[in-house]
């Protein structure tokens, strides 16, 4: 049974700015990146405390989400290119 993923208004906005970025292919690699965190919700290595993170294939781009069992929910999509001190304080602050 697939488990309901959902894009939390910070996640949102951060996919418009990495479309606008990326385009086309970057939907499509977050679509089946979704897919598959539904089927496999366990799946992102703990990032910190509930949170975890998967990669965006093909882009350098992660997914930081919590799931409760019942449903997902991204955080964020954030550049991993940046520093990861002030990733993860980003990430905690939301």
Known sequence: MRTEVILLL???IDFA???QRFGEKFYTALDKALGQLADFPEAGPVYH???RR???G???VGLFY???FQRI???ALLDLRRDPDRI???IIER
């Open 10 to 12: 910070g996640a949102e």
């Open 17 to 19: 700015k990495l479309y």
């Open 49 to 51: 405390g509930a949170i």
């Open 54 to 56: 998967i990669l965006v």
């Open 58 to 60: 093909g882009f350098p």
């Open 66 to 68: 919590v799931s409760d």
């Open 73 to 75: 929910m991204v955080l």
């Open 88 to 90: 993860r304080s980003e």
